[in-house]
């Protein structure tokens, strides 16, 4: 700053006095922060890591009968996770594909009228046991993977929509002022300030989203559509609690390795500058 | 340059209109201000120069052109602006925001990057520093620097600014308010800037628009009428007391004799500095570096230390003022410093002179006499119009 205006540098100084120097808004250094970030990007999956190797030692220390033989063995854990990660991946997918055009339009201006009753809509989807939703979808319409989407679409579209929203609603009114008032069309407002402003919130809830469906899409066994919920019930009706714990177990690995892959997303995907 | 003509905003609902029957003529190159009290319809009639508010009715002509009819984004992107919430797109760099508008108007990418570079120098910031930061890492008055960059972008012959300088702290709104000034004597732009404050009108304004309830113009003239002939009693209480000392805010430095200060440059032998100082009747002495800016401020003690070089010696200069900056405020910095007097520096920082009490008394004793002269007049016409009632 002193090299280009150098004969400006003492009002310089004394407006930095006056309004706080920026360097000291910005401790604890970088560095340090980088270090801290690092240690949580990598704390979270060797914990689950070491979940897992005491899982295996305590199945592999135990002898297992022919109905535990049959649900916890290398063939079928692996299945049941892939068709777990599936189910969330593929109904989050939908949900975002759902929830966040609808947020955006339920927040525009001409939209105000309808966006009580869509809320009260998704509140409600929340509310009805997922248990519920897929069995009268497997009464009414067919069992496997399309209904276990559908339902856990119903039940976990609530918190993306609500964030969007949200997100979109706490943008500064002032920012929006700004924009209109260089010229700038109401879309570009919303592609250029609104939604980069609001991603973070929007994010926030995609990451519930994952989770809610992560625990969600155990009930999918109930309509034939696999998962780790296969195991636990298995172990369930079989009253074998080697299996239950297995099922369980994995279940809660994969919830937390999923908000920790969502929480590096977030990290990753929002804007600079905030 | 602006015309607004019956210009009448109502909201549905509500009595009375928010503003009522403007007709009003901007010229080219002045600052106007709209000045009142709070709800008066100032920042509404503002904003519907770029239609951010549609006019119920009316009509305004920008360079002759009849702007209530075509397409309002295309029409603000010809229109600087400025809001008090400094507005800066937090995801957006320094460069990104300034961008903005060039990037609607679809230039290519040198230009547009030379057009950075070119106003950050304009407001007095490093480009090569600045254009790659995001705003929360620039203190409030840098940031006000870059939304008047922002506003300039394209070059727009009319800027609007709401309270501009509203939510800075005084001692830095006043050095902006200055700079403000300064560049606009180089880009000589067609401004309607609103405010609250009649202060800062006076200080800011080629013409003052006096605004009551209902947006309807109490007066619309230049600050040095309105503080001697207020229109009104509305106008004379909005402007209210002290309105000679008010007038502080007129003057400006390059309008007063500078007084001459001893100098030296810092090159200088200690001898020859206390020659200097025999000399004069200062009792202190500025030093001087090779492009003739002020560096230090010492007095006989200071210069008779040897353990300090003469660019250390005594204190930093305080009180440093530009020609535009008015007597208000070398007065108020004045009486910060510690020599009783400010330093005049022109736009590079070399020195010009000094100005001390006495200038700035002699100021207001001259104003004092201008408005005694006035009140007289005034009470003279009132007599003589008692005198002609009876007959």
Same mark, same amino acid.
């Given at each position: 700053m002193s090299v280009a205006t150098p004969g400006r540098t003492l009002g310089k100084e004394l407006e930095e006095h006056a309004s706080g120097t920026v360097t000291a808004a910005e401790a604890p250094p970088p560095a340090a922060r980088r270090r801290r970030a690092l240690f949580g990007y990598v704390a979270m999956p060797a914990f689950l890591g070491l979940v897992c190797l005491v899982l295996y030692i305590w199945v592999q220390g135990k002898e297992l009968d022919s109905i535990e033989g049959r649900l916890v063995n290398r063939e079928v854990i692996r299945d049941a996770t892939v068709e777990h990660v599936q189910l969330t991946v593929v109904s989050t997918f939908f949900v975002i594909l759902v929830a966040v055009p609808l947020g955006i339009l339920l927040t525009r201006s001409f939209a105000k009228w309808v966006t009580p009753g869509v809320i009260a809509l998704a509140n409600i989807g929340q509310m009805v046991p997922s248990v519920g939703v897929l069995v009268l979808l497997a009464l009414t319409w067919t069992i496997g993977f399309r209904p276990a989407i559908v339902a856990l679409v119903v039940y976990s579209v609530l918190p993306v929509l609500r964030n969007t929203m949200v997100g979109l609603q706490q943008v500064d009114r002032n920012l929006i002022d700004a924009g209109r008032g260089m010229g700038m069309p109401r879309l570009r407002v919303l592609g250029r300030i609104e939604l980069p402003l609001a991603v973070p919130v929007i994010l926030a809830g995609v990451r519930t989203a994952l989770v809610i469906n992560v625990g969600t899409a155990t009930l999918a066994t109930f309509v034939n559509a696999g998962g780790l919920g296969k195991i636990i019930s298995g172990g369930l009706s079989t009253s074998r609690n080697t299996v239950i714990i297995t099922g369980a177990v994995l279940t809660a690995v994969l919830a937390l390795l999923v908000d920790w892959v969502g929480g590096i997303a977030e990290d990753l995907l929002r804007p600079r500058g905030l | 340059m602006i015309r607004l003509d019956g210009v009448t905003k109502r909201y549905p609902g509500?009595?009375?209109?928010?503003?009522?029957?403007i007709d009003m003529d901007i010229r080219e190159g002045e600052i106007v201000i709209f000045v009142? @009290?709070? %709800?008066?319809g100032k920042t509404t009639l503002m904003r519907m120069i770029n239609r951010l508010i549609e006019p119920t009715s009316g009509r305004i002509f920008i360079q002759g052109e009849d702007v209530t009819r075509g397409n309002p984004d295309q029409l603000r992107r010809r229109i600087g602006y400025v809001i008090q919430q400094i507005g800066?797109?937090?995801?957006?760099?320094i460069g990104e925001n300034i961008a903005t508008v060039p990037r609607m108007l679809g230039w290519d990418k040198a230009r547009i990057s030379n057009r950075i570079d070119e106003l950050l120098e304009l407001v007095g910031l490093d480009a090569r520093i600045f254009r790659s930061r995001y705003p929360k890492q620039l203190s409030g008055g840098q940031r006000q620097r870059v939304v008047v960059a922002r506003a300039l972008a394209v070059d727009p012959p009319v800027m609007l600014m709401d309270e @501009?300088? %509203?939510?800075?702290d005084p001692i830095t709104r006043d050095r902006l308010q200055n700079e403000f000034l300064r560049l606009q004597q180089e880009i000589g732009k067609t401004i309607v800037f609103v405010t609250h404050d009649i202060d800062e009108a006076i200080k800011m304004g080629d013409r003052i628009a006096i605004l009551r309830e209902g947006a309807t113009i109490a007066q619309y003239d230049t600050p040095e009428h309105i503080l001697s002939?207020?229109?009104d009693d509305f106008v004379a209480d909005f402007v209210g007391a002290g309105a000679s000392l008010k007038r502080l805010n007129l003057s400006r430095v390059r309008d007063v004799e500078l007084t001459d200060w001893p100098t030296v440059v810092v090159s200088a032998d200690r001898a020859e500095v206390l020659s200097v100082l025999r000399r004069s009747d200062k009792g202190s002495v500025l030093i001087l570096d090779g492009q003739n800016r002020p560096v230090r401020w010492a007095t006989a003690r200071d210069i008779d230390r040897d353990d300090i070089p003469l660019e250390e010696?005594?204190?930093?200069?305080?009180?440093v003022v530009e020609p535009q900056s008015t007597l208000q405020d070398v007065l108020n910095l004045m009486l910060n410093s510690s020599h009783g007097a400010a330093l005049v520096v022109d736009g590079e920082g070399a020195y010009l002179g000094a100005v001390d009490f006495a200038t700035v008394a002699n100021a207001v004793q001259a104003m004092r006499r201008e408005a005694n002269k006035e009140l007289k007049a005034a009470a003279d016409e009132l007599g003589e119009a008692e005198r002609a009632t009876p007959a």
């Open positions: - | 509500q009595e009375g209109a928010a503003v009522e029957r009142g @009290p709070s %709800g008066c800066l797109f937090p995801h957006m760099t @501009p300088f %509203g939510a800075i002939a207020p229109a010696a005594g204190l930093e200069p305080e009180a």
